[in-house]
């Protein structure tokens, strides 16, 4: 039976997201908002239970437009090397998590900053000093770098003699011998096939559950799974069958499309995606298109740029344009929406380049809503171009916080470092934006995020000076970033991430009000509720709320 009970949320300040704004009242009838406006109408109807929200702050739930949720939900577990400043606390906290954890199997490190090792290349002998008896996997904060020790070499079966797979490099010295420095698609590739073969699926249901109470938790109602791999899809599944049919909150997927270096190949992963695209096309999952890795990153210079890196280096895209073209064009004949990750200026031109191609070959057609992911870095072109196509710019602000551009300034080492993040060019532009997270290469907590946002400043160390301020976005425009255009941007528009009658009730109460407040309230507000489909989903103790029947 669906359950009808009506609440009435009053006295605070609640933001819409729409294009009335704020609201005084807001009344939830089962799963639905029933009415949203004055308080004097909302009083008038009937309401089993009132909750006095007592001047708190009330946004629509938040949509992480962009995540990795199994690798969250894991990373929760490692060793947080992000604020590690230099080699010696490295080493240090990897040696503390071995001496904690002396039957563990192997050691687990996330986040660590290439500015951290004060210009020393990473190599395995440096964890092999402190760690040396089993394997230990220290993934860099850009996700597409892993640095390994001796161990975890020898268990993923790489050795000098091992070739580079399509895509990826496994660093190698002068003398050919492996340093323990994978990048891209032998991070992707060899270590993570590798280790997934080596976790249960019970531990990484587990991970999903971890990953989806942290969301919860910090206001976040839904999300969009960006790379989603068959292990993973089977915890999303097991986890909505242990809910009863639901999940915590809603997911939609991007199913991982890597380059196989053959068109046979290629058209087999876009295939299994359309095959999964109806079998999982509910409320709660859903999977909505295809995600594709253009190019790799600056920090450890594989990003596809028009220039070469500060070091000389100008490595190629990780697709050319014909086999790109020929993977959008399925997809997108095919009606699944197409991400590209593409961080150069060069990858976000090829990027648009496919997506012309599959316009020119699959004909005109009405709210494709393509994306590409990160545009940190454009060209003059691009902004106009991504308008033009519909395209929506995915973009995660939490990547240009100061407190970790150092590496990635010194990468490009001049005046490119200027136009970086561009988000006021593709707005101006006409471009949608959409804002995640891109958790776990960042955090996941979606209000620090949108301090970065509205600033351009660090939510770590605020005695940095802004990045490239000019590109900050207005509080308004950044919440409805987060919340509105990043549910428009995975077809969730009207249901999800705005506050208007008939969409379903997905809210959170905030204790702080950026609004009133300025900026640095994101950094002190704390979620003291999220209601998902009109249930309380999480409610802290801190509450400032009154309830009354």
């Known amino acids: ?199 249960s699926d019970a531990t990484r249901e587990a991970q999903l559950e971890a990953a989806f109470a942290s969301y919860v938790a910090a206001g976040v109602t839904a999300a969009v799974d960006m790379a989603m791999t068959e292990p993973d899809l089977r915890a999303l599944v097991a986890v909505q069958e242990r809910h009863g049919g639901r999940l915590p909150m809603r997911v939609a997927a991007h199913w991982a499309v890597y380059r196989t270096g053959t068109a046979e190949g290629d058209r087999a992963a876009v295939d299994r995606a359309i095959e999964l695209a109806q079998q999982h096309d509910g409320s709660w999952l859903r999977i909505a298109g295809i995600k594709l890795f253009v190019d790799g990153v600056i920090d450890s210079c594989t990003a596809a740029m028009r220039a070469p890196f500060a070091d000389g280096s100008q490595p190629e895209a990780l697709w050319d344009l014909p086999s790109l073209s020929a993977v959008v064009t399925a997809a997108d004949a095919a009606g699944l929406q197409v991400a590209m990750h593409a961080i150069g200026d060069a990858a976000s031109a090829l990027a648009l380049d496919a997506l012309e191609a599959a316009v020119a070959a699959n004909g005109p057609r009405a709210d494709r809503r393509h994306r590409i992911e990160h545009l940190e870095t454009v060209d003059a072109a691009t902004p106009l171009r991504l308008a033009r196509l519909g395209v929506i710019a995915s973009v995660q602000p939490v990547h240009c916080d100061p407190a970790i551009q150092e590496n990635w300034r010194a990468r490009l080492g001049d005046e490119r470092v200027e136009r970086g993040y561009p988000w006021g060019e593709l707005a101006e532009a006409g471009a949608t934006l959409a804002l995640g997270t891109d958790a776990p290469t960042a955090p996941y907590d979606p209000l620090p995020n949108l301090f970065i946002a509205s600033t351009r400043r660090s939510a770590f160390d605020q005695t940095l000076p802004a990045n490239v301020p000019g590109n900050a976005m207005a509080i308004a425009d950044a919440v409805r970033r987060a919340t509105r255009d990043a549910a428009y941007a995975t077809r969730w528009d009207g249901e999800l991430g705005v506050l208007r009658e008939g969409a379903s009730a997905d809210f959170a109460i905030l204790d702080a009000d950026p609004f009133r407040d300025g900026p640095v309230a994101f950094l002190t507000a704390g979620v003291v509720r999220t209601v998902i489909a009109g249930e309380v989903a999480h409610l802290a103790q801190r509450a400032p709320v009154a309830v009354r029947s």
């Open 1 to 199: 039976m669906t359950d009808t009970r009506t609440v009435h949320y009053r006295g605070g300040a609640i933001f819409t997201s729409g294009t009335e704004p704020w609201a005084q009242s807001l009344i939830v009838e089962g799963t639905r908002i029933r009415y949203i406006g004055d308080t004097g109408t909302a009083d008038a109807l009937d309401a089993d239970e009132v909750v006095e929200l007592e001047g708190a702050l009330v946004i629509p739930g938040i949509v992480d437009a962009h995540t990795h949720l199994v690798s969250l939900g894991e990373s929760l577990e490692q060793v947080d090397l992000q604020d590690a400043p230099d080699l010696a606390e490295l080493q240090r906290r990897i040696a503390a998590a071995a001496s904690a954890a002396p039957h563990a199997e192997r050691i687990m490190g996330r986040s660590w900053l290439f500015s951290s090792l004060g210009g020393r290349a990473p190599h395995r002998d440096l964890i092999d000093a402190v760690v040396a008896d089993r394997p230990v996997y220290l993934t860099a904060n850009d996700h597409h770098s892993a640095w390994v020790n001796t161990a975890a070499l020898a268990e993923l079966g790489i050795d000098d003699a091992t070739p580079d797979p399509l895509g990826g490099t496994i660093e190698r010295d002068a003398a050919g011998v492996a340093t323990g420095m994978l990048l891209e698609n032998a991070v992707f590739g060899l270590l993570r096939e590798r280790l997934d073969a080596l976790t």
